[in-house]
Structure formats: C-alpha cells, structure tokens
C-alpha cells in the first residue's frame, strides 16, 4: 500500500496553479506560498475516532453474549491492500461467521485479477483465528463453500465460513498479543542496523507454522510457501531488489488509471478521514491547507515529468536505500485457496516481525498483474527464485528497524456486520 507524506519544493518558483499535485501511492509535493503554511503550523495526527479500534475491544464487548463481535474487533485490523477494508461478515447463522467480498471495495487497475484482494481476506481470517484461540474457540474454516472464484474476477459468493465451538484443547497463540501492536511502516529505516538472523527465523517459522490435527490456522503442509530474504551482507541483491522496487514505483505513479485508483480512496485531513476511516491517509499540514483552500487537485494525475512525480520516485529511493533487509513469500500455485492462505501466511509472518520489533511495509507494485508491470514481475520472479511453472511471489516486503508509526484507520464494527 503507498505511502504519502510531503516534500519540500526546494525553493523553486511556482505559480499558483502549479502549487500541488498528488501522486497516488506515493509522497506529495507541495509549494507553500505566502501565507499558506501559516493556516497549518502543526502536523495533524490521526482523529481519535478513526483508529479507537486499535484500542482493542470494550469491556462491555468483551463479555457480550455473542462472542463473535468481539472476535471481529481483532479480525478487523488485519492489513488489507489500500487499507479498503473490503470483508463483510455475516452473522446469520448462530455459532457461524461468513466472510464476503463487498466488491465495490475492489482494486481493477492495479489488482485485475484480485489477488491481493484475495490475500486480504486471508488476513482477516486469520486475525479471526487468533482471537477465537484466545477465547477457548476452534476456528473450523471452510473456504469458497459455494464455489472459488474464477481467475478473473470476484462474485456475490462467500470467500469462507467460520464455524466456531468451544474446545478445551484450542491451544493460544503468542502471536495474538501483537495484533494491536502490528502497523504497517512506510518510514524510512534504520540501514545501520541488520536484521539478525532469529528474527529473519521467526518470521519464517510463523508463515510456515506446524499443523496440529484438525488445525485450520495458516497455510496447509501441502499448500506450504517458501519464504526468503536478503539482508545487508548480500549487497549485490539487495541493489536488484532496490532497482525492481523503483522500477515498479515509477510504473505506478506514472500511469494515469493507476494513479486515479489511488485519488479515489485518498482522504485528506482529519475530517475526511474522520468520515471514511479507510484508504490512504494524507494529513501533511500544507496539503491540508491547501485542500481546505480549494487548490489540492485530485481530479487529474500529473505528467510523468512534472516535479511531482519526480519527488517522489527520488523519495523512494531514498526509503529503499535505508532498508537493510528484503523479505518474499512464493508459493507452488495461484488459485484462490493459495491465495487466501498466503494472506494468512503473511500476517503470521508480520505479527512475527512485529515481536522481533521490526518494522515492514509491501513492496506489491511488482508483483500486480496489469500490463506495465509485465517487466517488473518477471524480475522480481526470478530474483525470487518463483521459476516452476504456477510458482507465484504472493509477497515482497522491506523489513527494517524504524520509529513507530500511527496505525490505519478502521471503519466501525457495525459497519463491517451483516446479520
């Protein structure tokens, strides 16, 4: 998911029509005119409202009758591609949690295929997994019980169902105590600092957990990922790996319908924020400012060469050359099940890196399946090691030390429930 933040314009003169231009998915660029800053000396933070539920769940929540809001409370800070929150969950059935897909939450331009919007409800069932271990619950889950989705595109269908039983022999996951811990961080990172070798180990270990009979938690033995990084002492890799993420950076901020996906779900401010609690955040103060003036332009992507797209491929370059460590996940296929699993894989993986006190961010411009990327996935494929025909990198990411960040913001519980 990108990352927006602001940037200096040096000093350069511009004129009034030329003072912003956002580039989705990536950092903004801004002239602050004569009088502009002013209107907004301090940073804005996060609306208290648009991010209460990483609070964890009420005490009145907690001893509810029906435990399965409680259990949503968690299963709703899983991370999710563009921060779109796309789970409905229906609660029709007593004892039963189904997961839909609100296919209006949907990325077409930079996700045709669904993938990752595939590999987002695999977080969120996890996270649901977690949580219903906590609570003595066996999480026994059925995925696509109509049917998978074809290759193409996402239907009406369930994704899976959530049948829940209490079981005295449910062991609890340490993973669980860093649900309200685990933020998704686009800072730069500490490039002084390794990644040891335990923690490259736990991270692993948790995308590849062992199955205990009657286990539905993570990815099955058959559908296993293999997993791998590189860090500081392999620096011929980590300068390809450097070099496809740009590569798939600038792709992506200069192709105008994948811009706009990005404009569309972009929230500027605490009040926009406030009012949508999901997509991507912007609440650097002269853009704000700049927004409450009239003069923050969404309706338009700006030209690859303008300064602002520039910027902020410069910007990224600059993250990635702070980063000390690349993390990938593969797996042997790409249906649907694959898919959702390696969803649950990977935030297992994150909660991991989360204890180990790491930061990480994905890296998934690379590995999205429309046309201009064509080059970049197969880089970063084979860079991967992902060659067996079907072999598929489901995930790249930067990991690193880095200064904690606020988490995302989440819609309400009630906004997420179906009964």
Known sequence: ?????LNPTRGQPLQRRQFIRLVGGGAVSAVAATGVVGLSACAQGMPPEAIEAWSGPSQTLAHAAD????LLSYAILAPHSHNLQSWVADLGTPGEITLYCDEKRVLPQTDPLSRQIMMSHGTFLELL?????ERGLRADTTLFPQGAFGPGKLDA???ATVRLTPDAGVTKDPLFAQILQRHTNRSRYDITRAVPDGAWAAMAAAASPPQPAGSTSAVSSSAAPRVGFVGLEQAAALVEHRRIAREAWRIELTVPRTIMESFDVLRVGQSEIAAHRDGLSLTAPVVVALNTLGLFDRSKAPAPGDY??????????GKLASTPGFWWMVTPANDRVTQVNAGRAYVRAQLAATAQGLAMQPLSQALQEYPEQK?????IHALAGAKA????????ARVGYAPAVEPAPRRRLKDFIRV
């Open 1 to 5: 998911m990108p990352s927006l933040h």
């Open 67 to 70: 435990v399965r809001h409680w």
């Open 129 to 133: 997994d977690l949580a219903a271990r």
């Open 157 to 159: 269908r369930p994704v």
């Open 308 to 317: 602002a797209t520039t910027s902020q491929i410069e910007e990224f370059e």
């Open 375 to 379: 080059q970049t996935y197969a880089d």
């Open 389 to 396: 025909p079907g072999e598929t990198v489901q995930m790249w």
